[in-house]
């Protein structure tokens, strides 16, 4: 059995987006280990298609000895397990690096400057091609005997329950997110008085998730006008929040990773874009959705720009701020006349 190694560390978004590939790989016989970072080694810890997990602390850190620790543990890692191949699904060099050095026979990833220490590895399209997809794209220059995943994929722990009151009928919303541990971008936020008045207008009942000081505020603001919606920010664990979507009728919400747990937990969802690319972003899925802003200057989001790039930076929002109410109304009732709950 050969032994794989996919690196994926961060956000947990991101993480979700690439856990077709943890199951397919299995599935063709090969011992899969992930390296992740240990604030999203929740979105694999119990996945039954994972040997074993290569958990790190955060990295970057703002610590240059921590720095120098975690790659020196990186490269322990690959070094002992004895890897026949690594999956590298970030454009930075380093992981290349590490890989080759510490003796994986075979690397595959994304070319960047230093895409000598690949074996394997093809250009990385940020706006039009499915993150998701992409990666399988990758992986398939690897192993052609892959198949495409149809979704993506979440296992809560098996003890893992719903502790709260629910409407037997509701949608399930995050006003908020856009955030991960290395950057914030609020401009992938819809402005919080659209969902107000788009709650308003929705017969169904409203639940509302999150975790952390904005989602907390946030809320507080829907609360305010709309005291009858269901607040559980910050009141549920992750595997709690998973359980909680998988039981609503529909999410709605931010490109966040909310908005992939919901299709990973196989429900209908409705992304909202505007910096971020909906083509690239948005979840696969049978019931994935999304709503674009047709702002021409959107989207605007170039990863390679980091957090000086105009995604980051424009203080207007004007592209979240083009979509209409109306327009995420008159979606959510055709999905809920296509698809009753």
């Not at 810890?45 to 120098?68: C, G, M, R, V, Y």
């Not at 026979?105 to 074996?119: C, K």
């Not at 490109?255 to 299709?263: C, E, F, G, M, V």
């Amino acid at each position: 059995m050969k032994k794989l190694l996919i690196i994926k560390l961060a956000s947990l978004g991101d993480v979700l987006a690439s856990t077709p590939l943890f199951s397919h790989f299995a599935s063709l016989n090969y011992e899969v280990h992930h390296l992740v970072m240990e604030n999203c080694a929740i979105i694999t810890q119990h996945n039954p298609h994972i040997k074993e997990h290569a958990i790190i602390h955060t990295f970057p850190s703002k610590s240059l000895f921590q720095n120098i620790r975690t790659i020196w543990r990186l490269f322990r890692i690959m070094r002992r397990d004895r890897y026949d191949a690594a999956l590298i699904l970030h454009i930075h060099p380093l992981f290349q690096i590490l890989s080759k050095i510490a003796g994986i026979r075979t690397t595959i990833g994304f070319n960047n400057r230093m895409s000598r220490f690949l074996t394997i590895s093809i250009s990385y399209n940020h706006n039009t091609i499915n993150r998701t997809v992409q990666e399988f794209i990758l992986a398939q220059k690897f192993e052609p005997a892959l198949k495409m995943g149809e979704g993506l994929e979440y296992y809560p722990s098996p003890t893992a329950t719903i502790t709260h009151q629910l409407p037997s009928q509701f949608l399930a919303c995050n006003i908020s997110g856009a955030s991960n541990i290395h950057s914030s971008m609020p401009n992938r936020r819809w402005p919080t008085q659209s969902y107000i008045e788009l709650f308003k207008q929705l017969s169904m009942p409203i639940v509302l998730l999150g975790n952390g000081e904005e989602d907390t505020y946030l809320a507080s603001l829907v609360m305010k006008e709309l005291p009858h919606c269901i607040n559980l920010v910050n009141q549920t664990t992750f595997d709690e929040t998973a359980l909680i979507l998988q039981k609503s009728c529909l999410y709605l919400g931010n490109d966040s990773s909310l908005l992939y747990l919901s299709a990973a937990m196989d429900k209908p969802t409705v992304g909202l874009f505007g910096p971020t690319p909906s083509e690239a972003a948005n979840p696969i899925g049978k019931h994935q959705f999304s709503i674009v802003s047709s702002m021409e200057c959107s989207p605007c989001y170039i990863p390679l720009h980091g957090i000086k790039g105009r995604a980051y930076t424009c203080d207007n929002n004007l592209c979240m701020k083009q979509i209409s109410v109306s327009s995420v109304l008159n979606m959510i009732q055709t999905l809920q006349k296509s698809s009753p709950c």
